[in-house]
């Protein structure tokens, strides 16, 4: 059984920074992409950031410059360092892997993590 655990979120002010972390554990025979999503009350889930195996990275328009993606394949850990964070950040940030549950480059599949709540507000 894999699981992701999100951790790092919570209420901060505008302009301020957080670092937010997920760590997946299990069985795990490999990772492929690790990404965030967020999803603000009444919208639906959108793509804040993606980084694949190899290090190539996909940043959301409106977090360019402000948002960093990083894993640490060692602990099997991605990583979403938020700066400059604005009022229209707020939301739950999903993380979300593609990770392969067999040997070989076997048994590929998509898992979400329970998702962590960021307020920004003054």
């Known amino acids: 059984q894999v699981q992701l655990v999100e951790s790092g979120g919570g209420l901060v002010q505008p302009g301020d920074s957080l670092r937010l972390a997920c760590a997946a554990s299990g069985t795990i025979f490999g990772i492929n992409a690790m990404g965030w999503y967020r999803q603000a009350p009444g919208k639906a889930r959108d793509l804040v950031a993606r980084i694949i195996s190899g290090g190539s990275t996909v940043y959301a328009d409106s977090v360019k410059g402000r948002f960093t993606i990083s894993r640490d394949n060692a602990k099997n850990t991605v990583y979403l360092q938020m700066n400059s964070l604005s009022p229209d950040d707020t939301g739950v940030y999903y993380c979300?892997?593609?990770?392969?549950?067999?040997?070989?480059?076997?048994?590929?599949?998509?898992?979400w993590g329970q998702g962590t709540q960021v307020t920004v507000s003054s």
């Open positions: 979300n892997a593609g990770i392969y549950f067999a040997p070989g480059g076997r048994g590929l599949r998509n898992y």
